[in-house]
């Protein structure tokens, strides 16, 4: 069996720590470095249900994308839920890895994951990084769909691609609009209006889409939005993410036991769609 310090540096060099966002909070949180590994576990979110799962499958690691202490933190006191987390995995002997905007920006990362869950082809990133020469390397991708296709049935398309959750999909503009490109972004992505329109897609599919941003874009653009729930967009990354650490055991012989959580830790549960009425009205 590999040591951790053997497998993060592997983790490293699909996901180089020094390409983060100067924000982020990327790299390893807890862990021995001599401890033996021989299971690692992939989920989105860092929160106690999935140390729950690290610690029935018993997992040596945990490789997480979202942080758990993105903003520092003063205490691991285990009488707030990070500090639980922080105790459990500690208790359990298991390390956790994350990788964040390094992977959003990575070849391949997280968008390419979203357009190969959705069976888009990728043509190139959205936002290149200037130091790859390869022109690969970058923020979202734009993509074609495997055919054109109206908004609303792609939204619907889209829907049974991406792992289910309460939100579903929610598109914005003409809903018999036919598309045939589009650019992607796993996690919040309307910061990067700009770009698509520079791109000139027919429409972007990402998460967290806000009313303002959302309605001015729509009013003056024939840009079609799909908003999808950030876990849905975002968990792709971790099969991908664990069949390339699959890769890397294999071919150093580790014989690493790779697992992908399907726990699903996106924080809305419920959704009630409303009757279209008169605003005001009684329904």
């Known amino acids: ?44 979110d860092p929160v106690q249900e999935i140390v729950d799962e690290a610690v029935q499958l018993g997992a040596g690691l945990l490789v997480t994308h979202h942080p758990l202490y993105l903003r520092g933190t003063t205490t691991v006191a285990a009488t707030h839920f990070k500090g639980r987390v922080i105790h459990d995995l500690i208790k359990n002997d298991i390390a956790l890895h994350v990788a964040h905007t390094n992977a959003d920006t990575a070849d391949p990362g997280v968008s390419d994951a979203l357009a190969g869950a959705l069976d888009l082809r990728v043509v190139g ?20 769909l495997p055919r054109p296709m109206p908004l609303r049935e792609f939204a619907a ?37 700009g770009y698509v329109r520079e791109a000139g897609v027919d ?26 729930a950030h876990w849905a967009t975002e968990w792709p990354w971790c099969e991908q993410a664990a069949a390339q650490l699959d890769e890397i055991s294999d071919r150093h012989g580790w014989g690493l036991r790779v697992h992908v959580s399907k726990t699903v830790t996106d924080p809305w549960t419920a959704h009630a769609a409303t009757t279209p009425t008169t605003a005001g009205a009684p329904n």
């Open 1 to 44: 069996m590999p040591r951790l310090h053997e497998v993060l540096t592997a983790l490293d060099a699909l996901w180089p720590p020094d390409r983060a966002e100067s924000w982020d909070a990327v790299g390893t949180v807890c862990g021995e470095p001599d401890a033996e590994v021989n299971r690692v576990l992939f989920a989105v």
């Open 125 to 144: 990133p959205l936002v290149p990084d200037p130091t790859d020469d390869k022109g690969r390397r970058g923020l979202g991708r734009i993509c074609e």
């Open 157 to 193: 398309y889209a829907a049974k691609r991406l792992p289910a959750t309460a939100q579903g999909i929610r598109a914005a503009g003409d809903p018999d609009k036919v598309i045939s490109t589009i650019a992607v972004s796993g996690g919040s992505g309307d910061s990067l209006f």
């Open 203 to 228: 429409a972007f599919l990402t998460a967290d889409l806000r009313h303002h941003p959302v309605s001015e874009a729509v009013q003056h653009t024939s840009l079609a939005l799909l908003d999808a």
